[in-house]
């Protein structure tokens, strides 16, 4: 495997459900985003995670619990969603640090999560 | 309030001829800005950047020129083909942001063979 991956790519769940999207960067990078999108807005950035460590929380609902257990896997556990949480849910990487290469995210393909 | 902005949401191109896409910013702090492009069902991949100290990076077909003091940017596609029909997003970057990025909304470019 190489780049980003996403598992999975489709998920559909009810209201009361609890299920989990996985990422996992295969680049060596030392920070992973979540990202959310959704139709005619613009990426928004959820949770960052830099060396391990959430460094940002962008009033993100606590239905919405990241978990990074090491630079290579950032999840995100989804409790109680609402339809309009349904959108595309985007993991990116970067190398972490400062400096112009550390801006350059890399992206997976995406969850398209549809709320019931 | 928005940061990045893209007031075009499509836009159609002849194959072989140019196409600009703008984006305008409000934060004088972004100092580093990027153009990524996303295909349906992928992600967005990386295409090309500029750091403000610039105002004219170049790669292959693309450029990108920044105008700081309109705070603008555009991204310059020639010739335009039609593997580069996509949607693409202009982002933007603060140093004191650390890594974070701001996207626009996006422009759907569809090259016309």
């Known amino acids: 495997e190489t780049g980003v991956t996403q598992t999975p790519r489709h998920l559909v769940m009810g209201m009361t459900n609890k299920k989990s999207l996985k990422c996992e960067q295969h680049l060596g990078h030392n920070a992973m985003y979540w990202y959310k999108q959704s139709a005619k807005k613009p990426l928004e950035l959820m949770f960052v995670y830099n060396f391990k460590e959430q460094t940002e929380n962008n009033s993100v609902p606590s239905r919405f619990s990241p978990e990074c257990p090491n630079s290579s896997h950032l999840f995100l556990h989804l409790h109680t969603l609402q339809p309009e949480d349904s959108a595309l849910y985007l993991c990116?990487?970067?190398?972490?640090?400062?400096?112009?290469?550390?801006?350059?995210?890399?992206f997976g393909p995406g969850t398209r999560l549809t709320v019931t | 309030d928005q940061q990045v902005k893209q007031n075009s949401p499509s836009l159609s191109v002849q194959e072989g001829r140019i196409s600009i896409l703008n984006c305008d910013y409000t934060n004088s702090m972004f100092d580093y800005f990027l153009w990524y492009k996303k295909y349906p069902a992928e992600g967005p991949t990386f295409l090309i950047s500029i750091s403000s100290i610039k105002d004219k990076n170049e790669d292959g077909r693309f450029t990108v020129f920044l105008n700081k003091s309109a705070k603008h940017l555009s991204l310059h596609i020639v010739p335009s083909q039609p593997g580069d029909s996509a949607v693409y997003f202009c982002a933007a970057s603060a140093l004191t942001g650390a890594n974070n990025l701001f996207f626009g909304t996006g422009t759907r470019l569809t090259v016309i063979p």
């Open positions: 990116a990487s970067s190398r972490g640090g400062t400096g112009g290469l550390s801006y350059e995210q890399y």
